[in-house]
């Protein structure tokens, strides 16, 4: 919960019932009436309505990909396919910024980011789905409460205790606070276990299995939907983020994707040097994991956000 | 709402395990407090101190260098006079007043649409979700480059119609405007939430009010929109909260390094000034007042929809 925007992800009507996640379409498509005359009129609106939307949605994509392929003279000659076709800006965005370790380092924060907060907040979800305890109604009221909170009421502390650790300038305060896990997806998390027959642990107990093992062979592998998504939806946001990197990174070499191509906005855009061949396609580099993402996990993706907000 | 019972009841039903180890572990709270933790320390640390600290920080001066030094309630005196806060707040105030029900409005009827799409609804969903993957900082470029009022997309588009579009970038009156239409882009999530929202309105409902006369949009008015009220609220909700705290889009856009050559006071958002404050002129002290500020606004306007959604939001019974 720290980014400023990570709030559009949360909020306290969320639900995530298993049996959604784990069938493979939460959306079925609606029955079919029988169609008449105004059947005939309203299904051609609908589909000339759905195409100029799809055109919308997806030609910012398309525009962007082709103007990086686009000559410095003609990136903004709005043509659909370019006049000159030229992978130069994909050879000079290299040379122009240290690319490869920026994808280095937003690879390795992303990474680190997804594990770290998958495991911590399934572990904590479980202590609140399982066990019974006192003030555990309370301490679930804080997580569920410490949503509403937003980044910038705890932005300027969390960089003095980064600060005081000497790690401002390394990549370690853009994923570290995972470890803690997230309120948002502990609250996913524990909506899942509860999801699950609880008689299933209890013979495991009674079997002699610890709380551990009962947890990571037994209960853990039975999440892997909710895992997967919660895995996708921070692998999204550590990917995406700006604000901490523009909070913690100092030097050029240390920067994220996000971080890195701010900066070269800044130098080539309206830094006087006008080279915006070179932001395109920077952030067509940018963009380009998540599009890859979205499409291997997209059903899980779907389903996931579809499951927040539909249940009160 | 029934966000804390299915344990109790459950434990109740299940059959007791007999003593050993681990038996009876779900009333040893020892072990749960292992499992949360976790969550316990990062709470204290990275949640109830900063919010404390940021309290105390803002009755002093900080610019970490230094010590603080107390100032008492200089900071918020100084604050309700600042030109640029009360810019700030208004900029914020105008964009989320725009932007919560324009995506609103845009969701609902993207959702209708797919709603009718039949068999290729799947195929339309994904390409109104993409958008919402793309880093924050990519659409912030992309505001840039397709609302430009010379040679943007957006402009050129809207030549074809006979309309001389506005500057979307440089024109203090459509800089807002432009964000907004730019927000339009990335409502995926709430379409696909009041997708499935829409998908649960029992079909008898609809045929009962069809048989009685009930026009499409009488239907629309009456039936759809109160059952999927709940859908409704959350999105709204949501979308004022990170409307309130915008800050990626206008900042890539608007703000930064080399961001001299023209006035961008119009996409002067309240996050915006408060990064400014505490990262780029270290007035931590200053910054903190903000963002208690900030805070409070959240709080105050929360608690506005929390009221109001009891009397404009329907909880069905009998939710699955």
Not at chain 1, 183 to 203: H, K, M, N, S, T
């Amino acid at each position: 919960m720290s980014t400023l925007d990570r709030a559009s992800e949360a909020g306290p009507t969320t639900s995530l019932p298993p049996e959604q996640l784990a069938s493979d379409d939460a959306v079925p498509p609606p029955p079919q009436r029988g169609p008449g005359h105004r059947g005939i009129a309203t299904r051609v609106f609908v589909g000339a309505a759905l195409a100029v939307m799809t055109v919308a949605f997806v030609y910012p994509f398309i525009w962007l990909i082709s103007a990086s392929l686009k000559p410095r003279s003609d990136v903004f000659d709005n043509r659909l396919i370019p006049e000159t076709l030229t992978f130069d800006n994909y050879i000079e965005v290299w040379n122009a910024a240290p690319m490869a370790a920026w994808l280095m380092n937003t690879a390795f924060v992303t990474v680190m980011a997804t594990l770290t907060v998958t495991i911590s907040s399934a572990l904590v979800a479980w202590g609140f789905a399982r066990y019974q305890f006192r003030g555990r109604n309370l301490l679930f009221g804080l997580v569920l409460a410490s949503m509403m909170i937003p980044g910038a009421a705890t932005m300027i502390p969390t960089y003095l205790i980064w600060n005081s650790l000497g790690l401002v300038g390394t990549l370690t305060p853009l994923w570290a606070g995972n470890v803690f896990g997230t309120a948002f997806y502990i609250f996913l998390l524990r909506q899942f276990f509860l999801g699950l027959p609880p008689e299933l642990f209890d013979a495991a107990e009674i079997d002699g299995a610890g709380h551990w093992r009962v947890f990571w062979h037994i209960a853990l592998p039975l999440t892997r939907p909710a895992l997967v998504v919660v895995a996708l939806f921070e692998f999204q946001a550590a990917w995406t983020d700006l604000m901490r990197g523009l909070i913690y990174l100092r030097d050029r070499e240390d920067f994220t994707v996000p971080r890195g191509l701010k900066s070269m906005l800044d130098q080539f855009g309206f830094g006087g040097e006008w080279h915006w061949e070179l932001i395109v396609t920077a952030s067509v580099i940018t963009t380009l994991p998540m599009i890859i993402v979205f499409f291997i996990g997209q059903r899980q993706i779907i389903q996931g956000v579809a499951s927040t907000g539909t249940k009160g | 709402v029934s966000l804390a019972t299915p344990a109790s009841t459950r434990a109740a039903a299940a059959p007791r395990p007999p003593r050993g180890r681990g038996g009876s572990g779900r009333h040893q709270g020892w072990v749960a407090f292992l499992f949360i933790s976790p969550w316990l320390i990062g709470f204290l640390v990275f949640m109830a101190y900063p919010v404390v600290y940021t309290g105390y920080l803002s009755l002093t001066d900080y610019d970490v260098i230094n010590d603080p030094t107390f100032l008492g309630l200089d900071n918020y005196r100084e604050l309700v006079s600042d030109e640029k806060v009360v810019l700030a707040l208004r900029n914020t105030f105008v964009y989320t007043l725009m932007s919560v029900p324009a995506q609103l409005v845009f969701s609902l009827g993207l959702a209708l649409l797919l709603q009718r799409a039949g068999r290729a609804a799947g195929f339309f969903r994904t390409a109104f979700f993409l958008p919402k993957m793309t880093p924050p900082v990519a659409v912030g470029v992309l505001l840039l480059m397709l609302l430009n009022g010379q040679s943007g997309l957006l402009n050129e588009l809207l030549g074809w119609f006979g309309i001389n579009g506005p500057n979307w970038t440089t024109d203090p009156d459509w800089v807002k405007p432009g964000l907004v239409v730019t927000s339009l882009w990335t409502v995926g999530s709430s379409v696909i939430i009041l997708l499935a929202a829409l998908q649960e309105v029992p079909e008898e409902l609809l045929d009962a009010a069809r048989v009685d006369g009930a026009s499409w949009s009488r239907r629309l008015w009456h039936v759809v929109l109160p059952i999927i009220s709940p859908a409704i609220y959350f999105i709204v909700v949501v979308d004022t909260i990170a409307s309130l705290q915008s800050f990626t889009e206008a900042y890539t856009a608007f703000f930064g390094a080399g961001n001299t050559t023209y006035s961008n006071d119009a996409a002067l958002f309240y996050a915006i000034y408060l990064f400014q404050q505490a990262f780029e002129f270290l007035h931590m002290g200053y910054a903190s007042a903000m963002a208690v500020l900030l805070f409070a606004i959240v709080m105050v306007v929360t608690a506005v929809q929390v009221m109001l959604s009891r009397r404009y939001v329907h909880y069905t019974g009998g939710a699955r």
